[in-house]
């Protein structure tokens, strides 16, 4: 992949200051820049790695609801096993 021309920089600051992540990262995949393609698998949750990072968030959030809901005198090291 070569660097990125002004046109191409210009179209991915109009979608980021538009917040729209779809359109940015679509855009970046469409430039040949390989995240592009994995960040928009992550945000659409439409590829196998995409899925694996959203399913990995996933359980890693929910083991920090499970430790902040345990009480004070539980040690952290078996908060972690929950």
């Not at 359109?23 to 469409?30: D, F, G, H, I, Q």
């Not at 968030?57 to 920090?64: A, E, V």
Request: proline content about 2%; charged content about 10%.
């Amino acid at each position: 992949m070569s660097a990125l021309n002004s046109q191409q920089m210009a179209t991915l600051k109009y979608h980021s200051d538009a917040g729209d992540r779809i359109a940015y990262y679509s855009a970046l995949a469409a430039f040949g820049v390989e995240y592009g393609r994995l960040a928009l698998g992550v945000v659409l949750n439409s590829t196998t790695s995409g899925a694996a990072a959203n399913a990995f968030f996933w359980r890693q959030h929910q083991k920090c609801v499970a430790m902040a809901q345990w009480p004070e005198h539980v040690s952290a090291p078996a908060r972690l096993t929950v």
